[in-house]
C-alpha cells in the first residue's frame, strides 16, 4: 500500500511557520496585502480567489481584489499594474489568467514588478528560476510539488524524475528545480513517444499534463513516488487528476491524492511568499 502524500500536513506546516513571521510585521504595522487583478468574470478565478481570501484572512493577510470588466484594454491593465508596482500597501500580486483574448497576455506580464511577482509570471521572474537566482520567487505549483517531496523526505539527489507537461506554470520550471535538487530529469510531452516505458524507469514522476487518467499502471513501478498535479473536471462533475489513482495506488510506493494534494499546497506556498515579499519591501 502506498504512503499517500496528503497536502493538508504539508500547507499546516508551512502556515505554522509563517505565523511568527506574520506576528513580527505586523508589530511593525504591516499587514501583509495580495493584489488579486481579474479581467471578467470567469467562475473557476473567482472560485480560488474566494478559497485564497478565506485561507488568507484566518492567518492575518490581506487580500485586495481588483477586477476590471472583460472589455478592458490591455493599457488600461498596464496602468493597474504599475499602479500596484507603486503602491507600498500591496506587496504581492496575482493576475488571473487567461486575460482576454483581445490582450497581449505575455506583454502585460512584463509590467509587473518581479518583486511582487509573487506566482513568477513575468520573464524576469522565469528567468530567475532557471538561472538559480533565490531573490525571485518560483511558480506557487512548481514549488508546492517541491515541498511535498520535502516534505515526505522523498529523496531527490541522484534520483530520476519525469516531468510530465512542460508548460511555464508547472512542468518547465520544476524540471528546473529537479535538477538544482541533483534529480536527473527526463521532460515528457505531447510529443514525447513511449512516454509510458521512460515514466516506467523513474523514482519520481510528476504529472502536469491536464490529461484525466494519463498515467496508469503501465507508467509506474513498485519503488516510484507519484505526485499528481493535474486538475480536471469529469464527466462525473467532480476533480481528477492526471493519475489514475485507483490503478496506480496500489503499485507504486507513494502517491499524491487529488484533490487533498498539491492544489491544497499551492495556496499556502503563495501565503509565503507573499509574507517573504512584505518583509523584504520593509
Ligand atoms: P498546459 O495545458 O499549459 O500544459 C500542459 C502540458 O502537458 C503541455 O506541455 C503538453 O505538451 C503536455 N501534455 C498534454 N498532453 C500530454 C500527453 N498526453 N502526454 C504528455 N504530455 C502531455 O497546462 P498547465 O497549466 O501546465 O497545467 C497542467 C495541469 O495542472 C492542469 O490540469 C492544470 O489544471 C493543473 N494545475 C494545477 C495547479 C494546482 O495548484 N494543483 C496549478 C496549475 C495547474
Redo the contacts with the bound molecule.
Keep these: 500500500m502506498a504512503l499517500i502524500l496528503k497536502g493538508k500536513p504539508v500547507a499546516d506546516e508551512i502556515y505554522r511557520k509563517l505565523d511568527e513571521r506574520v506576528k513580527r510585521l505586523s508589530e511593525r504595522n504591516i499587514r501583509p496585502c495580495l493584489a488579486i487583478v481579474r479581467v471578467g468574470n470567469d467562475e473557476s478565478s473567482e472560485a480560488y480567489e474566494s478559497s485564497v481570501l478565506k485561507a488568507f484572512s484566518k492567518r492575518g493577510l490581506e487580500v485586495k481584489n481588483c477586477v476590471m470588466p472583460e472589455s478592458s484594454q490591455e493599457a488600461e491593465l498596464v496602468e493597474l499594474l504599475q499602479k500596484i508596482n507603486c503602491d507600498e500597501a500591496v506587496h504581492g500580486c496575482m493576475i488571473m489568467r487567461p486575460l482576454p483574448k483581445h490582450m497581449n497576455e505575455n506583454s502585460v506580464l512584463q509590467h509587473l514588478s518581479p518583486a511582487k511577482d509573487v506566482d513568477c509570471v513575468s520573464r524576469q521572474a522565469l528567468g530567475g528560476v532557471f538561472s538559480g537566482d533565490k531573490d525571485c520567487f518560483a ?3 512548481a514549488q ?1 510539488c517541491m515541498e511535498i517531496l520535502d516534505y515526505y523526505n522523498i529523496p531527490l539527489k541522484g534520483k530520476r524524475a519525469a516531468v ?9 520550471p520544476l524540471s528546473i528545480m529537479l535538477q538544482g535538487r541533483d534529480a536527473t530529469v527526463t521532460m ?5 513517444e513511449n ?1 509510458a516505458e521512460i515514466c516506467a524507469e523513474q523514482d519520481i514522476i510528476i ?5 484525466e487518467k ?1 498515467v496508469d499502471k503501465n507508467y509506474t513501478n513498485n519503488n516510484q513516488c507519484v505526485i499528481d ?4 473536471l469529469g464527466s462525473d462533475g467532480k476533480i481528477h ?2 493519475v489514475d489513482f485507483d490503478a496506480v495506488e496500489p503499485v507504486v510506493s507513494a502517491i499524491s491524492p ?1 484533490p487533498g ?3 491544497s ?3 499556502a506556498v503563495l501565503a509565503e511568499h507573499l509574507v517573504t515579499a512584505a518583509e523584504r519591501q520593509f
Design positions: 511558480p506557487c505549483t508546492a510530465i507537461g512542460r508548460s511555464l506554470v508547472v512542468g518547465r515528457c510531452h505531447s510529443k514525447t512516454t504529472a502536469a499534463a491536464g490529461k494519463l498535479v493535474g486538475i480536471n487528476g492526471d487529488v494534494g498539491v492544489g499546497v499551492t495556496t
